[in-house]
Nanobody
């Protein structure tokens, strides 16, 4: 079992930056595909980014060039660096983990929340205009 705990959310003005953290325990994340998803009120959970064991990354078009996913296996932590935030980025942000092969699957697989075995409880990001 992998336990995931997100932190770093908060209120920020449009154009600002935040860094989210996802700390894992129970198992090392070094063999896992790690992902970030988000869910706004009344909407489905959507893909944000993934990072493979080797550092291969994928991003949603809506965050490409603004968000960066980084992993530190020594600290058993994954980060989401968010820049140039927009009001439409407002959502609960969730960390997820799945076997590393997920990161090399077709987009329809790695971008689906249904694929992932392990989830954190989320951290709220609110971007004011």
């Amino acid at each position: 079992q992998v336990q995931l705990v997100e932190s770093g959310g908060g209120l920020v003005q449009a154009g600002g930056s935040l860094t989210l953290s996802c700390a894992a325990s129970g198992r090392t994340i070094s063999s896992y595909c790690m992902g970030w998803f988000r869910q706004a009120p009344g909407k489905e959970r959507e893909f944000v980014a993934t990072i493979s064991r080797s550092g291969r990354t994928s991003y949603a078009d809506s965050v490409k060039g603004r968000f960066t996913i980084v992993r530190d296996n020594a600290k058993n932590t994954v980060y989401l660096l968010m820049n140039s935030l927009k009001p439409e980025d407002t959502a609960g942000y969730y960390c997820a983990a799945d076997p590393d092969t997920t990161c090399y699957s077709p987009r329809a697989v790695y971008a689906s929340p249904m694929t992932y075995d392990y989830w954190g409880h989320g951290t709220q990001v609110t971007v004011s205009s």
